[in-house]
Nanobody
Framework: QVQLVESGGGLVQAGGSLRLSCAASGLTFSNYNMNWYRQAPGKEREIVAS????????YYPDSEKDRFTISRDNAKNAVYLQIASLKPEDTAIYYC???????????WGQGTQVTVSS
């Protein structure tokens, strides 16, 4: 059974930083693109960072590439998201996603709440 467990969310003041973690189990981690999404209240879920299965190539939407850093540790089956210079508009539930490199499977964590106060 595949499990993705996020941690590291919480209440942070604007301008601060956070490091989210996602621990994966029940899958061959190196075969998966690992992604971070977020969903703010009343908005659609959106991708904020991606790390490919192969060379760990990273991708960020243009709007986030200066503040978001994704990294993965294949030995620990873990992926991380560092968020710098947090803004109130970063308030959302952040989800870890594992997408198989051939598109066979797609798994989600339960999410971790990030709240940024102004």
């Amino acid at each position: 059974q595949v499990q993705l467990v996020e941690s590291g969310g919480g209440l942070v003041q604007a301008g601060g930083s956070l490091r989210l973690s996602c621990a994966a189990s029940g899958l061959t981690f190196s075969n998966y693109n690992m992604n971070w999404y977020r969903q703010a209240p009343g908005k659609e879920r959106e991708i904020v960072a991606s790390s490919t299965w192969s060379a760990g190539t990273t991708y960020y939407p243009d709007s986030e590439k200066d503040r978001f850093t994704i990294s993965r540790d294949n030995a620990k089956n873990a992926v991380y998201l560092q968020i710098a210079s947090l803004k109130p508009e970063d308030t959302a539930i952040y989800y870890c996603n594992a997408a198989h490199r051939f598109g066979w499977e797609n798994h989600w964590g339960q999410g971790t709440q990030v709240t940024v106060s102004s």
